[in-house]
């Protein structure tokens, strides 16, 4: 293993990776807001689950110093909140959305609202859109850099597939595993959680990648199914 992974971008790895073992939805939630105020600071935060058959939002967590002034506006006004038209947009998942400007437009001066940025986020998972990430920042930080975005961008497809796995209603069969590993554009592995490391330890990088590009099933001797695929991240 060669060029190891910056401090910052292993403890994200190690954020992803707490999603996947953690079952209940407010847990994730909560633990999930409190990481990412370190990687992308917040005045106020909320991550929404969707209702998946009439893709509204239901209630959720909130995080951050000023929480409490965000969960009473959208208690009040989420039904006429522009910030949330994405709830209704589910052909517009994992991509990220600034919405800075739209909180500088006059109407809102008449609100209670005291936020001068925005960034909200659909996160979905086979194109059903399962949770509404929502981050804003008070006029006295910094608007949501382009580096920033992009990192919700990542994340997203790992609330969601978290999301999915914490749904399930099996309650003979433990819920699935999820390996996570990182590769470097030229196969080297520079991240590995428990659950890869005990499957894939004998296996090369580059045949990772393979395999996962191709969207194969690959099946051990026990009959085992792992299924391939690759995240942003």
């Excluded at 006295?140 to 580096?147: I, L, N």
Aim: proline residues 6%; charged residues 20%.
């Amino acid at each position: 293993m060669k060029d190891p992974l910056s401090p910052s971008k292993s403890h994200l790895l190690d954020l992803v990776n707490a999603l996947y073992a953690t079952r209940d939805h407010a847990q994730i939630s909560r633990e999930l807001l409190a990481s990412l105020q370190v990687f992308v600071p917040f005045d106020a935060a909320a991550l929404l689950p969707i209702d998946p058959r009439r893709h509204e939002l239901m209630k959720g967590v909130y995080s951050g110093n000023d929480a409490p002034l965000m969960e009473d506006y959208l208690d009040r006004h989420a039904v006429v909140d522009p910030c949330l038209l994405d709830a209704k947009c589910p052909s517009r998942l994992n991509s990220a959305n600034c919405l800075s400007q739209l909180l500088a437009h006059p109407a809102w001066s008449v609100t209670s609202f005291n936020f001068a940025h925005a960034v909200s986020v659909v996160a979905g998972w086979r194109a059903h859109p399962l949770a509404l990430l929502r981050l804003h920042r008070r006029a006295t930080a910094p608007d949501f850099s382009a580096q920033e975005i992009e990192l919700i961008d990542g994340i997203a497809p790992h609330i969601a597939m978290s999301l999915v796995l914490s749904r399930s209603t099996d309650s003979q069969l433990m819920g699935p595993e999820v390996g996570l590993l990182a590769l470097t554009h030229d196969d080297q592995l520079v991240y590995s959680n428990e659950a890869a490391q005990s499957v894939v330890s004998q296996v090369k990088p580059e045949k990772i990648r393979a395999l996962a590009l191709s969207k194969s099933v690959w099946r051990n001797q026990d009959a085992t199914v792992y299924r391939l695929q690759l995240l942003p991240l």
